[in-house]
């Protein structure tokens, strides 16, 4: 078994916890809302604006055994310029205030999820940002697509208002492929187990960020207790 195959077996069930989420099941459903999807956005925003700056802390914090992955992550960096932009223009055609996004505060939940970036590339194993890449790409491609059009089905939006989800969603099954192979290259069984143990955290985290969204109104004006958490 490949490590890539290994590191999805590995996290399955961690995985399956953030999909259990009641706000995906419930997009998923077709039960959406304005308020909700501006929510996500905000705290997309708020973890996406750092993608750049932890790929550029996790090369410099790399040892020179690991100094061939400098390459991949420059692309990497490359690829992610911009992508905070997009999320801004989306909470714009969606009605939002992108500027009070942009000089706001990200929920509790997206806060903690990017301080444990930082803090496991400085001082745990900088590989293990990676399981952070696996769980924001993975679950983008089985989820981002499929998201925007049901939202899009339900609320009537433009086309503009989902640049982020359609075009994220698109460009991580191209990323998905090629974090796979880069995978199956680290061989250290403890490079290995900090990437797993990274991933694993990550799902959860994540987890808490959908699970601290504010869910759609019932048919009664109430809003659906099933979620764990409520917006920050």
Known sequence: MSFYENLLKQTADARMGLLSAPIIQGC????????????FLREAYHHV?????????????????QAWLHAPLDEYVEEE??????ILDDIRACGGDADAVR?????????????????TIARRNPLGFFGMVHVLEGTSVSLALLAADQIQMSLALPDSAFSYLRSHGTLDQEHTAHFAMLMDLIEDPEDQADIVHA??????????????????????????????????
């Not at 310029?81 to 997009?86: C, E, F, K, R, T």
């Not at 706001?104 to 930082?118: F, I, K, N, R, T």
């Open 28 to 39: 998923l459903r077709g039960e959406v809302s304005l308020s909700s999807y501006v929510a």
């Open 199 to 232: 991933a694993r955290a990550f799902f959860r985290l994540y987890g808490d960020v959908f699970r601290d969204l504010p869910l759609p109104l019932t048919s009664d004006g109430t809003a659906d207790q099933a979620s764990t958490g409520a917006a920050s």
């Open 103 to 119: 000089e706001g505060l990200p929920g509790h939940a997206a806060e903690v999820m990017v301080a444990y970036a930082y803090d």
């Open 49 to 65: 604006r750092h993608t750049v700056p932890l790929l550029k802390a996790c090369k410099a914090a790399l040892p020179e055994r």
């Open 81 to 86: 310029q911009g992508h905070d932009g997009w």
